[in-house]
């Protein structure tokens, strides 16, 4: 029998239906609808965007931060300026050039340990998600579990590999570990492997929290005794309350796992450079080949790697290296004026908000109360679909993204993800005065 | 029924033979085979490594490349410096910033006329193969066709995909087009849905040989006759012989094409810098969804773009960018220097050869004559497998690369690649020495 598809006409173009199917799912079309209206309303407040706060970048510090990893990798290599220039200008190691550097930053930033040599630089913290995925599906019975409402980044990279996410109840603590026991247990009775479970435990997208201690704990070892890997991604985490000896931040699952259930996915995108597009995956798990020698899977996910971009460019690596470098390793130091300024305006949009929607009186809207990171969850008093915020960007001029695209393409629901990130107060302000507005005029 | 990898016990590790099959592949294997050669034999003279000439790559032009490029922003859009940051340091256009200067680019160097929203830039020409695979396997009926022997990153990127490559016999002119048009309608019989055949018309990888016209023109009509897309993947055609009027480069396939048959892969890699890793798809064809709606093939593999890397970094773009800029446009004239390298050191090694190997004479050795491009082929008189080139390593210093390795898991052969682009001539001569010697000692 011979379909439309099984031999297209190319004169009359390719057909959708015969692409890969994560072309036609709910998350890509989110994306797209998300991307269209933004660029339909240029000139609306947008609460929709998580970039992180560009005031601090620019150019100069660019050139510097090249040329102070070149003076790096001069001193490294006794001044060897064929070594310093093939390091940087030509294909190079498919694991990466900052690799030192990262497990360092680990070590003073997370006060995590690592081996440099399980870390793999990746383009974007995106690819390094991606390469695990990629590892551990292996057929149509490998399934992964995401802590629902999840990043729509962790959902397209899964269909990339065709891979099902199976979704794990959320908590007030974080995540629901009983729950995600069930999940486990139930999809391997239907003849299912769940391999891992993608979480963001630090100020998460979209919901803007953070696990607690003891979640964290039961975490890892609800993981270690089903066999599941923990893929803890961790782009928002230096972004929390002014550490002070009291109140020190959280230690990531990484910090806390002693039996290698943590794969650890890291990001400079916020921290360092969104223009570099460097990210990593730190993977020391040993992977057992057929002769019984055991292998880092830092190494298979390279191998990977070596076939999807070849290397992440060492340009771009020295641009994160060089910012590493300038702040002895730290990142936290480095981003002292962007957390205090996504800390003012977490500050001023929950005030904001409060003196906008007192309690107890109409409209209805409720909100959580994150202590650090990019976003926050407003509940309003009507479904919040994709067509009503294309209505409040056309009518109001502002933008938000429905919560509904965080769950994996289901149905309409009242909650919105507010980001912070990027706004000056001005903008808040007018923004939220602009949210009012259209929910008091919504609130029939 | 429970296997072991049915629940992977990660304190002892997770097995090789539960992860992603590509990691078990031969390619895998070979890929990392001829990386440790390398790896343990610094010394050594290679004949193996495919990369570009580097002595005319420095680190101050890239700074002036990157300056030159925002330069040209800062031009295009009135002199608004947050937005020329704004695009050189955030997040950015999947797609890229670059497109109009490779259209551009195109109609100069190859005489091609495309619409820059049909360009993709992606991270190398490796992820511009990728997505382009993603996007045509739906399922596992969906096949790839290459001519043997044929790239391995191209049979890499199948791998990811899971998507099997049929061999597609070479001719002296290139293809067998014959064979072409065989091998889809056998396979089309046996259920499956050929796609696409992948192949490098100029200056082949490994072969070093190109495509003669009427061959290019019969594989444009056989492909669109029988609903195949053709893979134009072109990083060597700058670096044919000097161009006269007398003596034009071969058109490509894409601008011979009038019926949406070639999606073009480009890459910045041989003609840029190898250190910005940006390549880029020209994807013209159209797609239509279920409305009846068509867009372009550029859109859709943006979208798979967007959940693999999101986007190509914006700084490594701009190093490209200002390298076009810097040469009004055309890559050739940026490679005149270059070009007249690789020319120079393919004369040297076809005349080394002809001086270490007369003809009629033991031990018999003979090769092709490529008029361009990095590589040549030489067949030994006798197997040369892996082993054998460990041991040519180990007892000669000399590397190069057997040819089996291009025929996705074929056995041992008597071929052997030689690469002449990034060597001095004194490293010719005294590697052609070295593998004259070796060549006699093994000719029993």
New interface residues.
């Given amino acids: 029998m011979t379909s439309a598809?099984?031999?297209?006409?190319?004169?009359?173009?390719?057909?959708?239906?015969?692409?890969?199917?994560?072309?036609?799912s709910p998350?890509?079309k989110s994306?797209?609808f998300l991307n269209e209206v933004a660029q339909h309303y240029p000139d609306a407040v947008s609460f929709a965007a998580g970039?992180?706060y560009?005031e601090f970048?620019?150019?100069e510090s660019?050139?510097r931060q090249?040329?102070r990893f070149?003076a790096h990798l001069r001193e490294r290599c006794g001044g060897d300026e064929r070594r310093?220039?093939?390091t940087?200008?030509?294909?190079?190691r498919t694991k990466g050039i900052i690799h030192e550097l990262i497990a360092r930053n680990l070590e003073l930033d997370e006060g995590v340990h690592v081996d440099p040599e399980a870390v793999v630089v990746t383009?974007?913290c995106?690819?390094a998600l991606?390469l695990t995925l990629?590892?551990?599906?292996?057929d149509e019975r490998d399934v992964l579990l995401a802590v629902m409402p999840t990043y729509v980044?962790a959902a397209?990279?899964a269909?990339?590999v065709d891979m099902p996410v199976l979704p794990v109840a959320p908590s007030a603590d974080g995540v629901d570990v009983d729950d995600l026991v069930a999940v486990a247990r139930a999809a391997?009775e239907r003849g299912l492997?769940p391999r891992a479970c993608y979480l963001v435990p630090d100020f998460g997208n979209p919901s803007g929290l953070s696990f607690g201690l003891e979640t964290r704990e039961r975490l890892i070892e609800a993981a270690?005794d089903?066999?599941l890997?923990l893929l803890e991604d961790n782009p928002y985490g230096l972004f929390g309350p002014e550490p002070s000896e009291g109140n020190p931040p959280l230690p990531t699952l990484k910090s806390l796992d002693r039996?290698?259930?943590v794969v650890y996915l890291g990001s400079f995108?916020k921290t360092g450079?969104?223009?570099?597009?460097?990210g990593y995956v730190v993977a020391d798990?040993?992977?057992?080949?057929?002769d019984g020698r055991?292998e880092l899977?830092a190494d298979?996910l390279a191998?990977?790697k070596?076939?999807?971009?070849?290397?992440?460019?060492?340009?771009?690596q020295a641009?994160i290296g060089g910012k590493l470098l300038e702040n002895g390793g730290s990142l936290r130091t480095a981003n002292s004026r962007e957390s205090a300024v996504y800390r003012r305006n977490l500050r001023l949009v929950l005030e904001g908000l409060e003196r906008r929607f007192p309690a107890g009186r109409r409209p209805y809207v409720t909100w959580n109360r994150p202590s650090g990171g990019f976003f926050l969850v407003c509940a309003l008093p009507f479904a919040a679909g994709d067509d009503l915020l294309e209505r409040c960007a056309r009518e109001h001029r502002v933008l938000w993204t429905p919560m509904h695209h965080f769950y994996a393409g289901g149905g309409a629901r009242r909650d919105i993800r507010l980001s912070v990130s990027h706004l000056e107060p001005d903008e808040i302000e007018t923004g939220l005065d602009r949210l009012a507005r259209f929910v008091s005029a919504h609130d029939a």
Same sequence: chains 1, 2.
């Fill in positions: 598809t099984d031999r297209p006409d190319l004169a009359a173009g390719l057909r959708l239906d015969g692409l890969h199917g994560s072309l036609s998350t890509t994306m797209n970039r992180p560009e970048l620019d150019l660019v050139h090249i040329d070149a310093v220039r093939g940087l200008l030509q294909y190079g383009v974007g995106q690819e991606y990629r590892a551990l599906r292996r980044g397209g990279a269909h990339l391997r492997r270690r089903n066999g890997l039996s290698g259930t995108a450079n969104p223009g570099a597009r460097v798990q040993r992977v057992t080949g057929p055991t899977l298979r191998e990977l070596s076939m999807l971009t070849v290397n992440t460019s060492p340009l771009a641009v």
